[in-house]
């Protein structure tokens, strides 16, 4: 059972991050504009803000990454954030 957890676990952190990095390649024809000769709309300055927050918030990711040997820790990094989100309160509607 707690194997199975576990896989749980981390199937749903390779999801997210899978999801994020999909949503991050439509930054950069957004960051390549101003260099083909367009400017920023307010709305592409917005995404943009978007964008950043979203890669703000795969930090931990990367540092982990960084690390030698970080990718075989990555499933302790995976078990920890789950066991943080098992003691926030559920969202009240």
Request: without cysteine; proline residues 10%; aromatic residues 8%.
């Amino acid at each position: 059972m707690p194997l199975r957890r576990f896989l749980g676990i981390v199937q749903r952190e390779k999801k997210f991050l899978g999801e994020e990095f999909a949503r991050t390649q439509k930054m950069m024809p957004l960051l390549m504009k101003p260099r083909n000769g367009g400017r920023w709309t307010q709305e592409d300055k917005r995404e943009l803000v978007e964008h950043l927050k979203r890669l703000s918030g795969m930090g931990p990711y990367v540092a982990l990454l960084l690390l030698p040997g970080g990718l075989a820790l990555l499933p302790l990094l995976a078990w920890w954030l789950d066991r943080r989100r098992d003691r926030r309160p559920p969202p009240s509607a």
